[in-house]
């Protein structure tokens, strides 16, 4: 096949590629350059975050209700605020291309 010399060079690969792998990503400035600020894209910061889940049915109702409520002033917003934007103007093309 390809002898011991070809052996070789795949233990030290094998070896190679996760040692420099977890020296590379594992590296506290990395983490900190790279995954502290996506992790604010991911998850929402501790004070949107509810803490305490309600248990009873009338705790869960109000919470409900709160929610479709925030939902709703939400909603009004962005149509109002879409109300408020001027319109573009028309375009009079006959497909995705101007030249189609």
Known sequence: MGGPN???FKFGLYLFVPVMALLHFGDPA???NHVLPYREHLFPPPDRTYSKIPTDQTAIREE???IKADKLA????????????PEAPAQSSKGWFKWW
């Open 6 to 8: 070809l052996e070789v």
């Open 74 to 85: 939400r909603r009004m917003e962005r149509d109002k605020e879409l109300h408020t934007q």
């Open 30 to 32: 990395w983490y900190h």
């Open 64 to 66: 409900l209700a709160r």
